[in-house]
């Protein structure tokens, strides 16, 4: 097939996100669950945070937080931004709020022990080497089967087991309620797991359990499935990035960060506002939706220099892709290692990759909150 030049892919995306950018709204009018925002949203974050911090967008009926400062401050403030929209997914950790979520998060990071974490890995890399192909789809054939793998393994659950998982996926997909039906699912698949066991084991209730292996899965899947394809998007789409990673394989770590940083899976997290409260000198409502908006604060000219850009000597310039606080991301070491080996594996079983299709024609999964590609059709020229 085909191989297109990277400098030309990049040049059709400068010339798309220039007639994005002539559509920039104010927080008045706009929306961004309208599909041409969605599709690069990163301009329009960057306007509306100029006019502030923290907005009210009418179109879409909830308060947006875009700074830095002001995201860190309201996921450090439990007790005025609660968790609480999070109960369709789990109502025992997720949902929760401190104190009664402290005490469940400390049960449920013993099972993140040092050995679980080194087995992951190990799962993560033998995954990774079954899979490496000539031609291959890195979302579908790579970064999927790589993420559910590592997820299934640390629930504690067979092949077969998984397979059931990813069927019920796929029924509950083509129906009115997917997320319902899957969650249903799940929580019949759930007590086939160990994890499972574990959780009744140290003491907590069956629906609790059934509750936090659900989020196990649906917190661990699609995040590390998007940013292993994000990252060999990035690999296949810039040269001169290719070519310092295969130099010095050190630099994947600060790469994957950057990664994580410019395209948190999660663009933005949700919170309640339990009273009236002050966020950045504006009053927010009792009752108010609010987003914390991951990508926006990630991307805060205040705090990191040449924002836009990836750049390997950031050091431990601190990103929200992870969250922060009493809910930062409890499975972040697995996910971030899990990342790392997977590119890792690609970079080092390949001369080269590159794209099978021009990169304009990528089709990609854009909601509000978030933004990652469907298919990515790749070539690995043998070594
Ligand atoms: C690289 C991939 C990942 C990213 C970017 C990510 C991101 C996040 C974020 C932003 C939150 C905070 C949500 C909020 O405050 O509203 C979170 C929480 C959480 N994540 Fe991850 N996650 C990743 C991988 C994983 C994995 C592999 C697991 C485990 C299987 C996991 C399990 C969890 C759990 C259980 C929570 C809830 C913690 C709590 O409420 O105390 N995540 N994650």
């Not at 400068?14 to 961004?32: G, V, W």
């Not at 309201?74 to 997914?89: G, M, Q, T």
């Not at 031609?135 to 790589?146: C, F, G």
């Amino acid at each position: 097939m085909r191989r297109y030049p990277a400098a030309l892919a990049r040049r059709m995306r400068a010339l798309l996100r220039r007639r994005t950018t002539a559509e920039l709204q104010s927080s008045a009018t706009i929306d961004l669950r309208s599909p041409g925002i969605a599709a690069d949203p990163f301009p329009h974050y960057e306007t509306l945070r100029r006019e502030g911090s923290v907005l009210f967008l009418p179109q879409n009926d909830y308060w947006i937080v875009l700074g830095h400062e002001a995201v860190r401050s309201a996921l450090a403030r439990p007790e005025h931004f609660s968790n609480a929209p999070y109960r369709d997914v789990d109502a025992v950790l997720l949902a929760a709020d401190p104190p009664v979520q402290t005490v469940i998060r400390r049960t449920v990071a013993r099972l993140f022990s040092p050995a679980v974490t080194a087995r992951l890995e190990a799962t993560a890399s033998r995954l990774s080497e079954a899979l490496v192909r000539p031609e291959l789809d890195a979302v579908a054939n790579y970064a999927i089967p790589v993420s559910r793998g590592v997820t299934a393994d640390l629930l504690g659950l067979d092949a077969a087991g998984m397979d059931d998982i990813v069927h019920a996926e796929e029924v509950s997909r083509g129906t009115a309620d997917p997320l319902g039906n899957f969650v249903r699912s799940l929580d019949a698949l759930a007590p086939r797991s160990t994890m499972f066991g574990a959780l009744t084991g140290a003491g907590i209730p069956e629906e609790s359990a059934r509750s936090l292996v659900r989020l196990m899965w649906l917190a661990g899947t699609t995040t590390t499935q998007r940013v292993i394809s994000r990252t060999i998007l990035r690999v296949i789409e810039c040269d001169s990035d290719q070519r310092a990673l295969r130099a010095d394989p050190a630099l994947l770590r600060p790469f994957v960060e950057e990664i994580l940083r410019l395209h948190p899976p999660e663009h933005m997290v949700p919170r309640l506002a339990m009273a009236d409260v002050e966020l950045d000198g504006v009053t927010i409502p009792a009752g108010a939706d609010v987003r914390l908006c991951l990508s926006a604060a990630n991307r805060d000219p205040a705090q990191f220099g040449q924002p836009d850009r990836i750049r390997f000597d950031r050091g431990n310039a601190r990103h929200f892709a992870f969250g922060s606080g009493a809910h930062a991301c409890i499975g972040a070491q697995v996910g971030r290692a899990t990342a790392n080996i997977a590119v890792a594996t690609l970079l080092h079983r390949s001369a080269a990759l590159h794209a099978l299709r021009p990169l304009h024609e990528i089709r990609y999964f854009a909601t509000e909150a978030a933004l990652s590609p469907e298919s990515l059709e790749i070539g690995v020229m043998p070594i």
